[in-house]
């Protein structure tokens, strides 16, 4: 039995993905008319309907969903053995926005594992925290979520767990604290632009009148760290950036009960980017990355 043409798979997998002939079109730089013939053709020849088409728009029928998650999967599949065979031939540069915390405590350490998977992706990584910057200076987008960022292309990421950290070396000499009105007797470390960390923390648990001091302030994450690791106060560690360094057992928790806040991160992927190939392949990588439990530390 022969099978369905290559360019019919392809030009399926971008109408399926789109739900849109002319969204297609667009995508592979061919016309809407070719594309819908094509998928014609192809219906007629596995003698099946794959897409229910309304007056404005199409869905796939069951067949249609079942068919597409598979020649998704072979697509995938072939183009990376393509280009771990044949190398060189072609490079896709990919730019990821996210804080240089972000970048710097989780990412950079897996980008080799990428690299491995996907040599011929060269992944572009801006550390701008300015809120103001605009997505549409970069590919993919991680980030903490304000309500009105939360739209169809934003799935979430991953949530991270945000708990008392110190040098062990600040908790040799002390009291190791039992509650959390006991952390106002250390220095606090605070980070700039998540200068409410403290205060909800405080009143998560169970401290609504207490008057949280100041303490020293840090212009990010990683000088906070720095901090902390120096013995300078206790921060509020974001997990999973902070593992490495629990880890290692330079930085430990301050409490061995989990008071705990948590922060959900997420990843913008806006359609008409992820039909670029090389995009879909690091926003599954992240996904990937992210849902590891070994590496998430998240409980």
């Known amino acids: 039995m022969k099978r369905p043409r290559l360019n019919s798979l392809r030009t399926f997998a971008a109408a399926g993905r789109r739900l849109s002939f002319s969204l297609a079109a667009e995508d592979l730089k061919i016309s809407q008319a070719a594309v819908s013939q094509q ?43 393509t280009d771990q065979l044949f190398p060189g031939q072609h490079s896709q540069a990919v730019t990821l926005r996210c804080t240089s915390a972000i970048a710097t ?98 009143r998560i648990h169970h401290q609504n009148n207490v008057n949280v001091p100041r303490g020293l302030s840090v212009d990010g994450s990683l000088i906070a760290i720095e901090a902390a690791l120096r013995g300078d106060g206790i921060m509020l ?14 930085l430990v928790e301050v409490f061995t009960k989990p008071f705990y806040l948590h922060s959900d991160y997420y990843l913008r992927q806006p359609a008409e980017i992820m039909a670029r190939r090389e995009n879909k392949i690091v926003g599954n990588w992240l996904t990937q990355l992210a849902s590891q439990k070994s590496i998430s530390g998240i409980e």
Request: proline fraction near 5%; include cysteine; hydrophobic fraction near 40%.
């Open 39 to 81: 998928m014609r053709q192809l219906e007629v020849y596995l003698d099946t309907a794959l897409f229910i088409r309304h007056h404005r728009r199409l869905s796939l029928t069951s067949t249609g969903r079942a068919y597409l998650d598979a020649v998704h999967e072979a697509l995938d599949r072939l183009d990376t053995v």
């Open 105 to 202: 405590l989780w990412l950079a350490p897996q980008l080799k594992s990428l690299q491995q998977l996907h040599p011929n992706i060269q992944l572009r990584i801006k550390t701008l925290d300015s809120s103001s910057d605009p997505l549409s200076m970069s590919d993919l987008e991680i980030f903490i979520a304000s309500d009105n960022k939360i739209d169809a292309h934003t799935k979430k990421l991953l949530t991270s767990t945000i708990t008392p950290v110190c040098s062990p070396v600040l908790l040799s000499s002390r009291l190791r604290p039992e509650g959390p009105v006991d952390l106002l007797a250390f220095d606090l470390i605070h980070v700039l632009g998540y200068d409410d960390d403290w205060h909800r923390w405080f």
């Open 237 to 250: 560690g974001r997990r999973p950036f902070i593992d490495r360094h629990l880890e290692s057992g330079e």
